[in-house]
């Protein structure tokens, strides 16, 4: 027994009776005939039942899966920057947290095309409690990341989470994914939550906390979706936290989330690596020598890179406009770009609703506002 086991993903050894108990279920039929329309049932459960790697399920399917979300529900992924890192090295990428499912699965998508180590990616048990996607997230090389804790269970499951990142970046050469906060961003303003960077350091040996975020390689990725698929889904907690009300999730809200995420029209969609932090780390070593301190500073440069390198589409600048009655960015985009975003504000919200309609263009006008920070966009 590993003190990993109730967070880790499948062992290879234990990958193909996983896939047996799963292969006829409903969602994994669903799900194959999503991904394959054209190959008859017995061929695709035959190959499924051959499979016995993390790589290969990921390979052969989960991978020709995001293929065809691509093709059915986007106009495209494009990427810069996975040219820059070594194909042997493994590497922790922080990144911004915009979709649940799409932006792990897009960055390894990515990483397998630039012929890189992909990643061991952390996900909420919140998100698995059906037994078939929980599953299906350990043979797609997920680790859990334990929610709804006592403050006590909390802080042991981060150490144990800490430990586990380590082992897998240090010992099995296997590159982590990581959001840079707690649950997906809601209005745009892509953070760093300290919280975060305080759990990845729990398991440090080093003298000093730099040295330790450099052994980890940390490389920010900044991922943009011209439209966001569940962009109205995420507007009653927002007109909760404008009316200083406590939001409660309704019961499947999470699931149908992650298949409005999949299945939702995202139009373009880019990912940006940024460079492995290094002398940064040195240069927060220089400055700081309080722990707490170095934190924040690392929270800083890692927003830094996300957001100067975030990918800014028409729709970012048009809801700018419309938010701040102006016409600033009207280069940006076209008359006929407007008019299909508007519409699509019509048919998602109700715009009499002054509160809604500030948060759903404010959601999509906050990058610009972040890049405006840094440089003139």
Do not use: C
Request: proline share 3%; glycine share 2%.
């Amino acid at each position: 027994m590993s003190k990993f086991d109730h967070i880790r993903p499948y062992y290879d050894s234990e990958v193909n009776e996983a896939i047996r108990s799963v292969v006829h279920h409903p969602m994994m039929k669903a799900l194959m005939s999503f991904t394959f329309p054209d190959v008859e049932e017995a061929v695709w459960t035959e190959q499924l039942k051959k499979t016995h790697s993390k790589r290969d399920f990921q390979i052969n399917f989960i991978y020709q899966a995001i293929q065809m979300v691509l093709k059915k529900s986007s106009e495209g992924l494009t990427t810069s920057g996975f040219e820059k890192l070594d194909n042997h090295t493994p590497y922790l990428y922080i990144s911004n947290h915009r979709d649940i499912i799409l932006d792990t699965s897009l960055i390894n998508v990515s990483l397998y095309d630039h012929k890189l180590i992909m990643t061991a990616s952390a996900i909420g048990d919140n998100l698995v409690q059906k037994a078939f996607l929980h599953t299906l997230s350990r043979l797609n090389r997920n680790f859990l990341v334990q929610r709804s804790l006592s403050p006590r269970e909390l802080l042991q499951s981060s150490k144990l989470m800490s430990e586990y990142i380590y082992q897998l970046l240090s010992r099995e050469n296997r590159s982590v994914w990581i959001a840079q906060r707690e649950g997906r961003t809601k209005d745009g303003n892509d953070t760093t939550q300290q919280g975060v960077l305080k759990m990845l350091a729990m398991a440090s040996d080093e003298e000093n906390l730099m040295d330790y975020f450099k052994k980890m390689k940390i490389v920010p990725v900044s991922i943009s979706y011209e439209y966001d698929p569940t962009d109205m889904l995420k507007m009653p907690r927002l007109v909760a936290e404008a009316n200083d009300e406590i939001y409660i999730k309704e019961k499947n809200e999470d699931f149908m989330t992650l298949i409005s995420g999949i299945m939702g029209q995202k139009k373009r969609i880019h990912i940006q690596v940024g460079d492995v932090l290094d002398g940064e780390l040195d240069r927060i070593k220089e400055e700081h020598d309080n722990q707490n301190k170095q934190i924040q500073a690392l929270a800083q440069v890692i927003d830094d890179s996300i957001l100067t390198s975030y990918k800014l589409w028409p729709t970012n600048y048009i809801a700018y406009d419309l938010l701040n009655n102006t016409d600033q960015f009207a280069s940006h985009y076209t008359e006929k770009e407007k008019q299909l975003f508007e519409r699509r504000l019509e048919m998602r919200i109700d715009i009499e609703n002054k509160i809604v309609r500030e948060g759903f263009l404010a959601m999509y006008a906050n990058p610009v506002v972040n890049k405006m920070k840094y440089q003139n966009v």
